[in-house]
């Protein structure tokens, strides 16, 4: 099923896209949780800190592969708005072939990198063994989350937000059977939960393959549209996809340094910032569906040409985000440590720290918003250029947090990584998206007279 983003009213639209991703990344971060208090309550809180610890470096892998695969189903929205049922068929073609490829590149690089770089995050030495365990099987399994995110971008470039959503809620009910399957019953520690998210990724992403092909008929690829690839289609690909990719490893490498300086103030604080930041993602990733909503409508209404739809769109998206984002920002002020008891328990130290951290980040989360919104939109644009600039923002400003912050006021400083990172993003981000559609408008205006 696809879904015409250029005509219709547009908060309407962009609500109803979005909703499904709202609805998935809440029901994702219930699963995340849910892993979360497994390992936590089951194992203990070093295997808590084990798998918590590894996700900087997870991120600088899987965010590649988010990002590289939403910037080549960007080009596939685009020909989607304007009309192009072949060009949108090669498009899709094309991002299979590119998706081959990075596995390759990526499984042999991260599996061959992991252990140097948790060593060189200086990861305490009792976790040192259970973080390597977790993530060389998430990175051997690197192949399934491309396979699912490169099925559930091409559906959402479409238009279709809402059979991802049910492909999501199926891996994760997965996931949480398998973690309780390796870790209780076959005792496989930290490993266990790896093992449970890979084969769930990969159970959906197959199970999407035969669906995405039956409900969009757009995307039967034939022999000649193999054939009819040019060496200019695999570069115009690249150039979309290679971008957005690095914008969020450069995040993550944000995040790393991030990593590097938690580790140094002990296990208390690694898992207090592992679970802080599941209850973060409550907030963080609906507000990342309004931006992913953005994405696609900016995408097809720009490859059809209307431009004062995108204008639209973007406000009213912009204004549901920023009031979202408040509401959930004063709820962790008040009763996050409610949240943060489910996964730590009666830790009073851990517990306190997680607090704190989700009363300081919750207080900027309407910088975040407005950042999801005015990066996405620019990249449904085509624009990769002030994106990757606005991620070197966030690089430098969670390395000021990690080095100087942190070493001045310890946990504290390093939960203002996130809010800084927010703010120094939002720069180039507001004046690029400003200067941007004016500029769309008027080329739009010269074309019409």
Known sequence: MTKNLTVGNPAILILSFAAPLFAGNLFQQCYNMADTIIVGRTIGVEAL???????????????????????????????????DASGVRRSFAVSILLGVGLTLVLMLISMLSALPLLRLLQTPPEILDGAYSYIVVIYGGIGAAILFNLCSNVMRAMGDSRTPLIFLVIACIINIILDFLFILIFHTGVAGAAYATVIAQLLAG??????????????RITQEDWRGITGAELLTHIKGALPMGFQMSIIAIGIVTVQFALNQLGISAVAAYTASQKIDQFATMPMASFGAAMTTYAAQNYG?????R??????????????????MGLFYFFAGHHLAALFIGKEPETLALAHRYLQINGSFYLFLACLFIFRQTLQGLGNSLVPTIAGIMELLMRTFAAIILSAHFGFIGICFAGPLAYIGACIPLTSAIIFTIKKLLRKERLLRT
Request: proline residues 3%.
């Open 49 to 83: 800190a084990a798998v918590g610890c590894t996700g900087s470096i997870n991120f600088l892998i899987l965010g590649f592969v988010i990002g590289f695969t939403q910037g080549a189903s960007i080009i596939t929205s685009q020909r989607f708005g304007a009309g």
């Open 304 to 308: 059809a040409r209307k431009i004062d």
């Open 206 to 219: 197959l199970l999407c393959i035969p669906v995405l092909i039956k409900k969009i008929p757009l995307l």
């Open 310 to 327: 995108i204008r639209k769109g973007l406000i009213q998206c912009s204004l549901m985000s920023c009031a979202f984002s408040f509401l």
